[in-house]
């Protein structure tokens, strides 16, 4: 007879592994399933975040490659604006050897790790679920009570799991590069190249740079074009050889959980929409996933009634975040190469940026109701000028 697990994973991700700890540490037979082996791990990640998200995953100081207090927002015109806190806001992580680390943390606590397979088919019935993968060794079918699907966006997977995918997505593109006079992070709003792309620089150490792109479309046009401008181009030592390419998921899923199956993490959309970093969301909705979970396998009721306490806490906790975060993209996507300009140089004048960054509310893994604060408080001044490539000052 198949060997029976209480819950498998799809995907050994962060998310997925931070659920699989958990639910492990707490006595219940885990195996997460993943195709890439941990020494093939190349992430599609600037791996930036807060210290809420350090606090989950203590300890992990070798995790941190370097610390950000400041940096520079740059308008299409090349308009700028400074922002600095008193202290770091920002943390930049190893992302491959978090992977492998949270990996080894699942397997310590009890977790089956299997890597380099496929999954290949899904079945979740009212009393078992099925996962058959394929891999080095062949075919295997993995018999669970439940089922956690956290290996990024797959619709096809998830719908036939009974779930939905995320509705809106990007495409995200990382690379490192070795690149001069980077000194704190800079954004680049791009949206005279395409509308609603931005990009980032965030300096990992002398000439050593994390290039990032977000944009709805053509990501690698995105990131050529970015490069080749002035003020960019002129710093880089080389240009990257490989720019890695993912789609980020900018919605919630409006079903991310069923009858003993549910989804976490890029899966179910639990991403920033303002930046398309999901590590403190997902391992937010891990955490979340993992306690539910425990409480209705110890109930023997995996319904999905059961589960929905799942999504209800967490929409709960981060469903305002999301929407504000989906507003202020929303904003940006719409505003003319002029208007972004004026919304830079207003929150530069006005001095808006730095009271907000400074509130004690403000957080870098929560900052969409800041952002979108800042926002509206210069958009109507912004929209009084010129909708074009040039703002009056330029003219």
Same mark, same amino acid.
């Given at each position: 007879?198949p060997?029976?697990?209480?819950?498998?994973?799809i995907?050994?991700?962060?998310?997925?592994?931070?659920?699989?700890?958990?639910?492990?540490?707490?006595?219940?037979?885990?195996?997460?399933?993943?195709?890439?082996?941990?020494?093939?791990?190349?992430?599609?990640?600037?791996?930036?975040?807060?210290?809420?998200?350090?606090?989950?995953?203590?300890?992990?100081?070798?995790?941190?490659?370097?610390?950000?207090?400041?940096?520079?927002?740059?308008?299409?015109?090349?308009?700028?604006?400074?922002?600095?806190?008193?202290?770091?806001?920002a943390?930049? @992580?190893? %992302?491959a050897?978090?992977?492998? $680390? /949270? =990996?080894? +943390?699942?397997?310590?606590a009890?977790?089956?790790? &299997?890597?380099?397979?496929l999954?290949?088919?899904?079945?979740?019935s009212?009393?078992?679920?099925?996962?058959?993968?394929s891999?080095?060794?062949?075919?295997?079918?993995?018999?669970?009570?439940?089922?956690?699907i956290?290996?990024?966006?797959?619709?096809?997977?998830?719908?036939?799991?009974?779930?939905?995918?995320?509705?809106?997505?990007?495409?995200?593109?990382?690379?490192?590069?070795?690149?001069?006079?980077?000194?704190?992070?800079e954004?680049?709003?791009?949206?005279?190249v395409?509308?609603?792309?931005?990009?980032?620089?965030?300096?990992?150490?002398?000439?050593?740079?994390?290039?990032?792109?977000?944009?709805?479309?053509?990501?690698?046009?995105?990131?050529?074009?970015? @490069?080749? %401008?002035?003020?960019?181009?002129? $710093? /880089? =030592?080389? +240009?990257?050889?490989?720019?890695?390419q993912?789609? &980020?998921?900018?919605?919630?899923?409006r079903?991310?959980?069923?009858?003993?199956?549910?989804?976490?993490?890029?899966?179910?959309?639990?991403v920033?929409?303002t930046?398309g970093?999901?590590?403190?969301?997902?391992?937010m909705?891990?955490?979340?996933?993992?306690?539910?979970?425990?409480?209705a396998?110890?109930?023997?009721?995996?319904?999905?009634r059961?589960?929905?306490?799942?999504?209800?806490?967490?929409?709960?906790?981060?469903?305002?975040?999301?929407?504000?975060?989906?507003?202020?993209r929303?904003?940006y996507?719409?505003l003319?190469?002029?208007?972004?300009d004026?919304?830079?140089?207003?929150?530069?004048?006005?001095?808006?940026?730095?009271?907000?960054?400074?509130?004690?509310?403000?957080?870098?893994?929560?900052?969409?109701?800041?952002?979108?604060?800042?926002?509206?408080?210069?958009?109507?001044?912004a929209?009084?000028?010129?909708?074009?490539?040039?703002?009056?000052?330029?003219?």
């Amino acid at each position: 007879m198949p060997e029976l697990f209480d819950v498998a994973v799809i995907g050994g991700g962060p998310s997925g592994c931070l659920v699989a700890s958990a639910l492990a540490s707490g006595g219940r037979r885990v195996v997460v399933l993943e195709r890439r082996r941990a020494d093939a791990v190349e992430p599609c990640c600037t791996g930036i975040v807060g210290r809420p998200y350090l606090d989950c995953i203590q300890p992990c100081e070798d995790l941190v490659l370097a610390a950000a207090r400041s940096a520079v927002f740059i308008s299409p015109s090349g308009r700028r604006l400074h922002v600095a806190a008193s202290v770091d806001q920002a943390f930049v @992580l190893d %992302r491959a050897l978090l992977e492998r $680390r /949270l =990996r080894q +943390r699942a397997a310590a606590a009890g977790a089956e790790m &299997v890597e380099g397979v496929l999954v290949t088919r899904t079945s979740v019935s009212t009393d078992l679920c099925e996962t058959r993968v394929s891999g080095p060794d062949g075919a295997r079918t993995y018999s669970s009570r439940a089922l956690v699907i956290a290996g990024g966006v797959n619709p096809g997977l998830l719908r036939r799991a009974g779930l939905l995918p995320p509705s809106k997505h990007m495409v995200g593109a990382h690379a490192e590069v070795e690149m001069d006079g980077v000194d704190e992070t800079e954004v680049y709003f791009l949206s005279d190249v395409a509308p609603g792309a931005f990009a980032w620089l965030v300096p990992m150490a002398p000439g050593r740079v994390r290039l990032g792109v977000l944009s709805a479309s053509s990501v690698a046009q995105v990131a050529a074009t970015f @490069l080749a %401008r002035p003020g960019v181009r002129d $710093r /880089l =030592r080389r +240009r990257p050889l490989h720019i890695a390419q993912r789609p &980020v998921p900018v919605a919630v899923s409006r079903r991310m959980h069923g009858e003993r199956v549910r989804s976490v993490g890029d899966a179910a959309g639990q991403v920033k929409p303002t930046t398309g970093g999901g590590l403190y969301l997902g391992a937010m909705a891990a955490v979340a996933a993992a306690a539910v979970l425990s409480e209705a396998l110890a109930r023997d009721d995996l319904s999905a009634r059961a589960l929905s306490r799942y999504e209800t806490q967490w929409r709960s906790a981060f469903g305002g975040e999301l929407r504000r975060g989906a507003l202020a993209r929303a904003i940006y996507s719409r505003l003319s190469v002029g208007h972004v300009d004026g919304v830079i140089e207003l929150a530069a004048r006005t001095g808006v940026a730095e009271k907000l960054l400074r509130s004690p509310s403000f957080s870098f893994d929560r900052h969409s109701g800041t952002l979108l604060s800042g926002l509206l408080r210069c958009l109507p001044g912004a929209l009084l000028r010129p909708a074009g490539r040039q703002s009056e000052a330029d003219s």
